[in-house]
């Protein structure tokens, strides 16, 4: 029933919209004038184009016309009014379902349909589209691209579009230890045996040795996950072994699904760098450590040559300046661990097994 009850007052509203523009805009018969010798019927002569037209004479005419015209004006003008009111106010027209068209299986719309359910009950006709668009921009950065469509009355779907997958991630973490630290009298009664001050400093201040050290220390725990064109940790889909491999160590906390790992900036220099790399020298890099500390990446070779990049420095210039010595210093002859590239108009080279090596 109100399905027809809106069809019945939509089409008043264009019926009656129809004759207020059929009285503004229907052609006027022309004004006939009566000869009584002749007994005819003249038409009174056009007035020519060049003829001034009073201000006075202008308004006298409008006004006579929308008296005239009133009742139809205002009767359309109510029923436009009441059409508007029945738009906005209606609960026929509320958002009621908000669907997600997924690209993929793993793209997880409840969460989406719940940050969106505030939305509910709004009006579908003029609430605006930008409003959702945004909000699942802020909420959900891993979509490239977000379309909303709204199907009358209820209905809102939006179709989602997610970053490409540029890399395969290994992550390391360590979490930090808690230092155990014991109350002075616990530390008196266990140093209680040796009376002697200068005995028990000897005994309890020894320093433990680099091998110790390095037993008690723990060992990073690796994570694997997919990393996308802006940074983010993908877990929901398998390793993809045709994609190059990013390496982020030092971490102190576990990566979460769709944590920004690797700046966006960052990510576009990474892989400019690579691709100017193969361009130029026709090189392969098959891995990349990222160092956000400092402001540097790491690229890997297929011949296990590590070159290292500042970025805080052109990428062009780094790979141009060692485009020209590489082979003219006969580098490519050379067993190297490592080239640097960081500092600008020189190059750092290490051989494996020297000092710089270790």
């Not at 939305?119 to 802020?138: A, D, H, L, M």
């Not at 579009?161 to 109350?183: G, M, Q, T």
Request: hydrophobic share 40%; proline share 4%; net charge positive.
């Amino acid at each position: 029933m109100t399905f027809v009850y809106f069809a019945l007052l939509f089409w008043l509203f264009l019926i009656c919209f129809g004759i207020l523009i059929l009285v503004f805009f229907k052609k006027k018969k022309p004004k006939r004038l009566y000869y009584p010798t002749k007994s005819k019927w003249y038409t009174r002569p056009k007035r020519r184009k060049f003829a001034v037209k009073r201000p006075k004479r202008i308004m006298k005419t409008s006004l006579k016309k929308l008296f005239k015209t009133s009742p139809y004006f205002i009767v359309a003008i109510g029923l436009f009014i009441i059409f508007f009111i029945f738009l906005i106010s209606s609960s026929y027209l509320a958002i009621k379902n908000i669907q997600v068209i997924r690209e993929n299986l793993n793209t997880d719309s409840a969460s989406i349909e719940k940050e969106l359910h505030q939305y509910i009950g709004k009006n579908t006709v003029f609430f605006p589209k930008s409003r959702i668009k945004k909000t699942i921009q802020e909420k959900f950065p891993e979509f490239a691209s977000v379309k909303i469509n709204k199907t009358l009355p209820s209905t809102i779907s939006i179709s989602l579009k997610s970053h490409a997958n540029v890399a395969n991630l290994k992550a390391y973490y360590i979490l930090p230890v808690a230092d155990i630290v014991e109350d002075e009298e616990e530390e008196k009664k266990s140093i209680s045996p040796f009376k002697d001050k200068a005995v028990t400093s000897k005994v309890f201040s020894l320093k433990p040795t680099k091998a110790s050290a390095k037993k008690d220390e723990p060992k990073p725990v690796e994570q694997k996950s997919l990393l996308n064109s802006i940074g983010q940790a993908i877990f929901d889909r398998e390793e993809n072994l045709e994609l190059i491999t990013v390496i982020v160590k030092n971490l102190d906390q576990p990566v979460a699904d769709r944590q920004q790992i690797v700046a966006k900036g960052h990510m576009d220099y990474m892989f400019n760098t690579i691709k100017y790399f193969k361009n130029i020298m026709d090189i392969t890099i098959v891995e990349v450590e990222y160092i956000s500390n400092g402001w540097e990446i790491h690229l890997k070779t297929k011949k296990n040559l590590i070159l290292w990049v500042s970025m805080e420095r052109d990428y062009k210039k780094q790979i141009e300046q060692f485009n020209s010595i590489y082979k003219a210093a006969e580098l490519d002859k050379e067993n190297l661990s490592y080239i640097d590239l960081r500092i600008r108009n020189k190059i750092i080279y290490c051989s494996k097994g020297s000092r710089c090596d270790k």
